[in-house]
């Protein structure tokens, strides 16, 4: 017995030690120093990183321009103090000795496609809905079955604080899509979709909605993250030019048909929606942003807010004529003026406006990034179901 209770004493201390250990290493450096990343202190930002044996340690900021060295200080701490940006979500990561490595201190993570970076979140008016608020809405991933795509998907579906407590009351629905590269999880990852929408509801700038991002690659099943093997393509794209009209028309616009056939229906049927066009809205950037103009056009009754964003798309003249006879409520159309895809943009509010369809049509500094994603999403979320 009294071996036994040594050998239970021993592995106490034993695991101690090593839990003693695993905090040092993740929040004191390895010898009882405490290292801290990022810190904003005024108008400025300093980056710590503890790296014993690197040569050299930089900076990857995508605020900056090249990468930045950082010095070794005391108890091999690389640091590099930086003015402080203008309010909005960065991103950062460290090169050691060539090697890209995040910041270890920092639990603030985004993922884009296959990279995962950092965050360096600026307060000020131009972020103050990007952070918690003090009312949550709840994200989540259910999967529908497409037959029109042939395989099993995964949606990521926010709904806003207080859903599951009122069991009677319905949503309007915003249908929001991200871009190439992106998945289900983009908009929610880097497009602070749930942080945006509970600030807003929260302060009554926004109506509670159902916000529904779906995975705009036909051939995912889901975010590659998840490990499932995509779908083999069907068709080249000299291969669907010889299709017969129906057939070519699925492969070209397949996943927009799944958008609107499938998910919608989906939808409607396992949560609880205004199951009308007045209660149903569609934004999506670049590529999304297509897929918004696409789907608007080859189902012109089925949505009232109609939102392209950065738009890698256009409409005739016919086209929009038919949608402004459906009674569209709001087009708002927006995009950087340094994008390259402004002039695509200037295009599309110039044939809107000589098809006589209201619209907002709104242009903001920068190019083809997040920050003015997110901005837009700030922006016209406070507009829909009014």
Known sequence: MKKILTLLASLCILAGALHAQELANFNFGGRGVQVVSPVIQGDSVTFNFRADYATYVKLSASW???????ARGANNIWSVKLPLPSPEIYTYNFVVDGVAVNDPQNILVQRDGNRFLNMLIVPGERTENYTEANRRGTVSHPWYDSKILGINRRLTVYTPYGYEQNPKKKYPVLYLLHGAGGDEEAWISMGRTAQILDNLIEKG????????????????????TLGIPTKPQQYDRNAIQNLPEAERMRAQNGYVMSLCEEIVPFIEKNFRVIAKPEARAIAGLS??????????????????????????????????????????????????????????????????????????????????TWANWRLYLNTFARLLFK
């Open 64 to 70: 900056a321009p090249g990468q930045i060295d950082m």
């Open 205 to 224: 700038l926004a109506e509670p909605m159902i916000v529904v991002m779906p995975n705009g690659n036909a051939n995912q099943q889901a975010a590659q």
């Open 287 to 368: 590529m999304g942003g297509g897929h918004t103009i696409s789907a608007s056009i080859l189902y012109p009754q089925l949505f009232d807010y109609i939102c392209p964003l950065s738009a890698a798309g256009s409409a005739t003249p016919e086209q929009i004529a038919t949608l402004k006879k459906a009674g569209v409520k709001l087009y708002f159309l927006a995009c950087g003026d340094a994008d390259f895809l402004f002039e695509g943009s200037k295009t599309l509010d110039k044939t809107l406006t000589e098809q006589g369809l209201d619209h907002i049509y709104y242009v903001s500094d920068g190019g083809h």
